[in-house]
């Protein structure tokens, strides 16, 4: 890699750590190009990237970044798993580690917070933007569906004593 290619690699890293809103760190020794290819594609799934690229590079990236104490994590084979999402990446990467052996959560970091591989599975135990979202929206809908219930049960109980009386008139 000549110098050109080196720097642009260096600019690359430095905004996806800018950027993401989780950045996971983690080893993949071991594991075949199809397993890789299928982590790339769960993270895809959820608006993520995997990336792999050579610790020295990423260390240089990280200098000037809040979260330049990650730098520390990366050592042996790593790979980043990074979303804009705060907690897709930890997700995805923490129910991938649990099925594959090969694949080892070293921490990664969150905004100017470096975290270890405890911290990336409290983040990966929060909800997601989507479910918050969904929650929120929900507890909005519930009352209004509460008031339109509380305004339509006078109707529907004159409706049924109506219908009591007409039944009562005919018999």
Request: glycine share 10%.
């Amino acid at each position: 890699m000549d110098r050109a290619q080196t720097e642009k690699v260096v600019e690359e890293l430095g905004q996806i750590l800018e950027r993401s809103g989780v950045v996971v760190v983690a080893h993949y020794t071991g594991m075949t190009v199809k397993e890789m290819q299928d982590l790339r594609a769960k993270m895809h799934e959820v608006g993520g990237s995997i990336r792999v690229a050579k610790n020295k590079l990423a260390k240089i990236a990280l200098k000037g970044k809040p979260s330049v104490k990650m730098g520390d994590l990366l050592t042996g084979m790593t790979v980043l798993a990074y979303s804009e999402d705060p907690v897709a990446a930890a997700k995805v990467t923490d129910a991938y580690a649990q099925g594959n052996d090969k694949f080892v959560i070293l921490g990664g970091a969150m905004g100017d917070t470096v975290l270890d591989r405890a911290g990336v599975k409290a983040v990966a135990s929060m909800p997601s933007r989507e479910e918050l979202i969904a929650q929120i929206m929900a507890r909005i809908g519930s009352p209004a569906s509460n008031i339109v219930g509380a305004i339509g049960a006078p109707a529907l109980n004159i409706a049924n004593i109506l219908s009591t009386i007409e039944e009562k008139a005919a018999a």
